[in-house]
């Protein structure tokens, strides 16, 4: 029978806030280079040339302006590579809450960017748990004091639905800064650490019932690997994507070790940081595409406007028979460089896809 977590002595060796990218290199030479992939720009420059690149040339980028002081290669459009972020530039990212005032105060004016109470994730979570388990206080209750006591009892399953397809089940959160709604390592606004018995983050979540459900680190390594590929993600600036991606990867990591004991082999790191490459992604939220593409206006203007012309029919239960328009816009959606997400039931060619399209299924 399966059983909970354990309650082990053994902490894990990232309970600080800020995760030093020297730490992440220690653990494994090729891990940092996994976070630091951009597939999007891989896929259209495999396009354009008509065979596969090398995904270490394909980085995403810092599309902010708060590290140009440091020289040409932090510059908005520059991708983020390893050295320029280990060694002596170790602590250049960091989290919001561990940034100055000065910076915080900029950012909310630049990119309105501005994190949600680890309190606030809960309850918003909580919401999407009442509706998919029929009631509510699944996983914890929450207190007058913006505070939660969690649930220590094994979750429940409503008749007709089981563990396995709550972890089935996907997740996105858009526009995710750090990623406070998919997990929960720290409260991003106040930086206080968070155990991993209290955590209320989607991605939390999925490990918690991973971890109840399963005896056999083989096991959970298979049900974790499907909690990350349920789980997504899309942000517009470099270091907070990197930061969302550490978290996810470093969750996955305390989980591990909370039901263990010991750490994860780092071939089972890689293979966790390569999924959320794939699944926590760098895009304009407004244009699904790229940062700083090169797009011709009128194309994607044009598309959005079918689109939303399809979208007010289809919510009036009317149907498109010009097949030909269809056409046209399909044709119009190739011309534009359009964020690819990886669909972890196909394989090959086959399993890239648009984030556009994908949103339509």
Request: net charge negative; proline share 4%; hydrophobic share 35%.
């Amino acid at each position: 029978m399966a059983t909970s977590p354990t309650n082990n002595t053994k902490k894990p060796l990232l309970s600080s806030v800020d995760i030093n990218e020297d730490y992440i290199q220690q653990l494994s030479p090729n891990l940092l280079n996994i976070l630091l992939r951009d597939h999007s720009s891989k896929y259209y420059a495999e396009q354009k040339s008509g065979h596969e690149e090398n995904p270490d040339f394909f980085r995403i980028i810092w599309a902010t302006h708060d590290y140009r002081d440091r020289g040409e290669a932090y510059r908005f459009e520059r991708q983020i590579t390893p050295e320029l972020i280990t060694g002596e530039n170790n602590h250049v990212i960091m989290p919001r809450v561990v940034k100055n005032r000065t910076t915080q105060a900029a950012r909310v004016r630049q990119m309105a960017e501005v994190f949600t109470p680890a309190w606030v994730c809960n309850m918003q979570n909580n919401l999407v748990d009442e509706a998919w388990f029929g009631r509510k206080d699944v996983f914890n209750t929450e207190r007058p004091d913006h505070t939660w006591e969690a649930n220590n009892d094994k979750i429940v399953f409503p008749e007709g639905k089981t563990w396995r397809d709550y972890i089935h089940d996907p997740r996105l959160e858009i526009t995710c800064g750090e990623a406070p709604y998919l997990t929960s390592r720290y409260d991003a606004s106040t930086g206080v650490p968070i155990p991993v018995a209290q955590r209320i983050g989607l991605l939390d979540r999925k490990l918690r019932i991973v971890s109840e459900n399963t005896d056999t680190t083989g096991e959970w390594l298979k049900w974790a690997k499907y909690a990350l590929q349920s789980t997504y993600g899309y942000e517009w600036q470099g270091d907070n994507l990197l930061l969302a991606r550490e978290n996810l990867l470093f969750s996955f990591y305390d989980h591990y070790v909370d039901k263990f004991g010991k750490e994860p082999l780092n071939k089972s790191l890689e293979q966790a940081a390569y999924i959320i490459s794939w699944n926590l992604w760098q895009m304009d939220g407004l244009k699904n595409t790229i940062p700083v593409s090169n797009i011709d206006e009128t194309l994607l203007e044009k598309y959005q406007q079918e689109e939303r012309r399809r979208q007010e029919e289809a919510a009036h239960g009317q149907f498109n028979l010009f097949t030909g328009m269809v056409g046209e816009v399909n044709s119009v959606e190739n011309q534009i460089p359009f964020c690819v997400i990886r669909n972890w039931n196909k394989s090959g060619d086959d399993a890239i896809e648009k984030f556009v399209k994908s949103i339509k299924q």
